[in-house]
Nanobody, 125 residues
Framework: QVQLVESGGGLVQTGGSLSLSCAASGRTFRNFAMAWFRQAPGKEREFVAFIRMTGLTTGYADSVKGRFTISRDNAKSTANLQMNSLKPGDTAVYFC??????????????????WGQGTQVTVAS
């Protein structure tokens, strides 16, 4: 089992920045790929970013590419999402997830068995 706890959400103005953090406990963090997903009201959950175990391989949704940066600190068992140039369309509950997805499934939520409770991000226009 892996327990995940997100933090860092909040209210920000358009163009502002937020940094989300996901703290993991339980099994060995460095053995898991990590990802961030988000879900806006009335919409399906969508992929945001992933990072593989060593941190050398990352991927992003087109909607956040160039604005968001995912990173991890295996020594601290944390995964982070730096969000810059935020837009109202980024408003959602953000979830971190952990798992061992195949390389072709990094973007797929069902490939991650462990999830946090989520943290709300609201971008005001």
């Amino acid at each position: 089992q892996v327990q995940l706890v997100e933090s860092g959400g909040g209210l920000v103005q358009t163009g502002g920045s937020l940094s989300l953090s996901c703290a993991a406990s339980g099994r060995t963090f460095r053995n898991f790929a990590m990802a961030w997903f988000r879900q806006a009201p009335g919409k399906e959950r969508e992929f945001v970013a992933f990072i593989r175990m060593t941190g050398l391989t990352t991927g992003y949704a087109d909607s956040v590419k160039g604005r968001f940066t995912i990173s991890r600190d295996n020594a601290k068992s944390t995964a982070n999402l730096q969000m810059n140039s935020l837009k109202p369309g980024d408003t959602a509950v953000y979830f971190c997830a952990a798992g061992h997805p195949d390389d072709t499934l990094n973007y797929v939520g069902s490939a991650y068995p462990y999830w946090g409770q989520g943290t709300q991000v609201t971008v005001a226009s």
